[in-house]
């Protein structure tokens, strides 16, 4: 329970923060598996618009503190390789 005004706002504020994140990284957990759905289907349009969705959504996540940039760069690099070789001829 909050001592004072501050720490009442604070704890209001960490709330809606808390929230808001939580609402954001659902959306992209969604979204790869959506990228994920098309890459084993095997349709390679729809696989690369989902991956330019989920790439920006990663990226605007990564810049508002959401998640580490690290961690936005290491998903993206995952899931193009993906891409790639859901691309690649079957030899």
Not at 10 to 34: F, L
Not at 44 to 52: G, I, M, Y
Request: net charge positive.
């Amino acid at each position: 329970m909050a001592n004072t005004k501050s720490s009442e706002k604070s704890a209001r504020q960490s709330v809606k923060r808390h929230a808001r994140n939580t609402a954001v990284i659902t959306g992209i957990k969604s979204r790869q598996k959506k990228l994920r759905a098309s890459l084993v289907s095997g349709d390679a349009a729809v696989a690369k618009t989902e991956f330019d969705a989920l790439s920006s959504a990663l990226d605007k996540a990564a810049k508002r503190g959401i998640i580490h940039r690290n961690v936005a760069n290491r998903r993206k690099a995952r899931l193009n390789k993906a891409l790639t070789a859901a691309k690649a001829p079957k030899a």
